[in-house]
């Protein structure tokens, strides 16, 4: 896979975004949560998956930047980009990836209610969440979004398409 790097000013945007996300997630495990478990080598929830073409774009950079060549027997479902449980572009990792570990909320319009995905290593199952201990995601999608139609406009690319991450390190 070869995709064309996104240009200096939605690189920028995307960094101050991430940075954001990393703020966020600092304030939240700084206020009542318990101390995240998961750290450097867990890799639990670090399974095979896709991004979309402005994340693709960023970590591809990032792996041509290493130099390294990709593993040569990723560990079946597991993430491409570990390596002995680290992951090797961990400063670009990807949206999905940076926000795991704590609560996840997505507001269900339909049915007006929230949805919360929580790890069960760091929370167990009945912790009592109140509302300021979630990391409410549908912001964060929507921006991502906008920043990855920015880059899939200039890019040519298909702004809904997912690409795997194994693809970019040449495995199928």
Partial sequence: MNLPPPDHAILKA????TGEVDQRMADLTGKRLPALR???????????????????????AGLSAEGRPALANPQKDSCVLLDDGLCRLYNRRPLLCRTQGLALAYIDEASRTVEVSACPVNFPADFVFEQEDLLFMDEFNSRLAELNLLYCRQAGLQPADRISLASLVGTP
């Fill in 38 to 60: 998961c750290g450097p080598g867990c890799c639990d929830c670090c399974i095979a998956f896709s991004v979309l073409p402005l994340e693709a774009a960023i970590l591809q």
């Fill in 14 to 17: 995307y960094r101050a975004f």
